[in-house]
């Protein structure tokens, strides 16, 4: 099973301040990695997938990098909409995901 | 819009069973995979299983493969989770999640809120 690892767990971030998330797998998952925002009390929601394709509607603010083991998701300036947990996820060898970062008001 | 709403959750003892449904709105369901997800906040997010649009492929995580099984009614756009002999770690809010729209990739686009399933004596 490939395990994937979020750094940090908690980021602590003013708005407008630009925030950046890691995600290492324990193997190449190659280009197979998607990102998830989850607020509170709702359904996640796919931000990127394919390490860096935003899904539809979703603000150029997002961005995503990487390849093989280790990839960045980072939001250019955050705004109060923001603050929530994000997942990362491979689907090269099945699917998991990774624990999670929460980014919170500084 | 897609809309994905999951029910049948509830408390149930160790060994028991219990069957959940995930009923879907707003897009070609017969023409869509469909996942189920788990979540806890321990153990985070966990995926669980797969079936195919026509039904012909399922696939299980290994932590619940022969006790769990998926079926779906396309004619109802239902998609179902059978839980047998559940076990306290099975405890967590179940979700179904539409696979990407025209991608064999398994990232998923839109997740339903969950129904929440506690195992306990």
């Known amino acids: 099973e490939i395990v994937l690892t979020q750094s940090p767990a908690t980021l602590s971030v003013s708005p407008g301040e630009r925030a950046t998330l890691s995600c290492r797998a324990s193997q190449s998952v190659s280009s197979n990695l998607a990102w998830y925002q989850q607020i509170p009390g709702q359904a996640p929601t796919l931000l990127i997938h394919d390490v860096s394709t935003r899904a539809t509607g979703v603000p150029a603010r997002f961005s995503g990098s990487g390849s093989g083991t280790e990839f960045t998701l980072t939001i250019s300036s955050l705004q109060s909409e923001d603050f929530a947990v994000y997942y990362c996820q491979q689907y090269n060898s099945g699917v998991t995901f990774g624990p999670g970062t929460k980014v919170d008001l500084k | 819009q897609v809309q994905l709403v999951e029910s049948g959750g509830g408390v149930v003892q160790p060994g028991k069973s219990l069957r959940l449904s995930c009923a879907a709105s707003?897009?070609?369901?017969?023409?869509?995979?469909v996942h189920w997800v788990r979540q806890t906040p321990d153990k985070g997010l966990e995926w669980v299983a797969v079936?195919?649009?026509?039904?012909?492929?399922?696939y299980f995580a290994d932590s619940v493969k022969g006790r769990f099984t998926i079926s779906r009614d396309n004619s109802e756009n239902t998609l179902y989770l059978q839980m047998n002999s559940l076990r306290i770690e099975d405890t967590a809010v179940y979700s179904c999640?539409?696979?990407?729209?025209?991608?064999?990739?398994?990232?998923?686009?839109?997740w339903g809120l969950g129904t929440l399933v506690t195992v306990s004596s």
């Open positions: 707003g897009f070609t369901f017969s023409a869509s995979t």
């Open positions: 079936m195919s649009p026509d039904g012909s492929l399922k």
């Open positions: 999640a539409r696979q990407a729209a025209g991608t064999p990739r398994w990232y998923f686009d839109y």
